[in-house]
């Protein structure tokens, strides 16, 4: 049985463009061109999806993920799951709307890198990996055999070359993922057993 995990990088946001820390409450959802971005996605994950089986829409707890994640949940006839697990940093309460520059150089921390956190109370990057690589593979679980959509962030889409690639913490290559791009992986293998499946990139940074 072949299992499909679709990432879907959130659309253009607010926060991006006002490079502010995008938290809980920092967050404003999408611009209007990301809400656009957000409906055409929708509308070609419903045409490509057509007859696949079993779809399953899962979204980071952020307003930009939700907002995009709505869309494409009701092209294809499903109601969209939140998971915190699949979020971007979890960044201290303190720094939810503030400027990014600020944060990372005003509250920096001393030694931060893989298992430090780069600023004050911040997760590290370990952490973030192995929270979205859970909630991964718990998804990858609940629908092996079918297809699951997964919206998210750029950080979401890095740590399933962790997840499914068995790259190290700290690869030895960077990504860049555009919003609103699609980003997939399949197995043909048990996605939860032992040895781990060998998972199959089939695209990245899709925004065609």
Do not use: K
Not at 118 to 144: C, K, P, Y
């Amino acid at each position: 049985m072949r299992t499909r995990l679709l990432f879907v990088r959130h659309g253009e946001s607010v926060h991006q463009l006002d490079g502010i820390v995008g938290g809980p409450h920092g967050c404003r959802g999408l611009t209007d061109a990301g809400h656009e971005q957000a409906r055409r996605l929708a509308g070609r994950l419903s045409a490509e999806l057509a007859g696949a089986g079993p779809v399953a829409v899962y979204s980071s707890v952020l307003r930009r993920a939700v907002e995009t994640a709505q869309p494409i949940a009701d092209a294809l006839g499903v109601r969209p799951v939140q998971d915190c697990g699949l979020c971007t940093w979890h960044t201290p309460s303190y720094a939810d709307g503030l400027p990014t520059a600020r944060f990372q150089s005003e509250h920096a921390a001393p030694g931060g890198g893989v298992f430090r956190p780069f600023e004050e109370g911040n997760e590290t990057w370990a952490e973030l990996v192995v929270r979205i690589s859970r909630a991964i593979m718990d998804s990858a679980q609940r629908h092996q055999g079918g297809t699951v959509v997964l919206v998210g962030h750029s950080e979401t889409v890095e740590s399933s070359f962790h997840a499914l690639a068995g790259q190290p913490l700290l690869r030895a290559f960077d990504v860049t993922t555009a919003p609103a791009s699609i980003t997939e992986w399949v197995t043909d293998h048990d996605p939860t057993g032992w040895p781990p499946a060998r998972w199959n990139l089939v695209r990245f940074g899709d925004v065609r």
